[in-house]
């Protein structure tokens, strides 16, 4: 296998629904911590992003962060953008049991109760009040060829 291949292998992807319990953890679905244990440590941040917290291995939270001081200096608006989503990111990592404690003022940003969905990105995982997200990323079929014309450049449309 080439490297490029072994990489996507090492992603996350996929959705699942979960339930946070009464102290706010969250369980880690199986594929994404394989994907952990493959390639990160368990040290995770999470992150308020939008409408929905992020959730960044260590590794990947330092490539983002690296990037973002680098223009933190060039425009107010990207120091705004730096002082919210740093500023208010916090360290995790999974108890015994593969669960994390999500902070309740992460929570609350997010607008998180107790039905989450899941979704892999790639390099971090996204992680949604279930009803937010049913409201806001459902793609009707006649939003998806829109949607696709996006990224007609890639050459698989």
């Known amino acids: 296998m080439t490297e490029g291949v072994l990489e996507q292998i090492n992603s996350f992807r996929g959705s699942s629904e979960h ?25 995770l941040i999470v992150t308020p992003w939008g409408k929905c917290l992020r959730i960044y291995p260590l590794a ?21 953008f730096m002082r919210h989503v740093v ?17 309740i003022t992460l929570r609350t940003m997010g607008k998180i109760d107790k039905e989450v969905v899941l979704l892999g990105m790639t390099s971090f995982i996204e992680v949604w009040d279930k009803q937010i997200h049913l409201a806001e990323n459902i793609v009707s079929a006649d939003e998806f060829d829109d949607l696709a014309g996006e990224c007609s450049d890639l050459g698989f449309f």
């Open 19 to 43: 339930g946070l319990d009464s102290k706010g953890r969250l369980n880690i679905p199986a594929r994404f911590k394989d994907v952990l244990g493959r390639k990160y440590d368990d040290r």
């Open 87 to 103: 500023g208010n990111a916090a360290e995790v990592q999974p108890d015994k049991n593969g669960r994390i404690l999500l902070p």
């Open 60 to 80: 990947e939270w330092a490539i983002f962060e690296h990037a973002i001081l680098n223009r933190s200096q060039q425009n107010p608006q990207t120091v705004k």
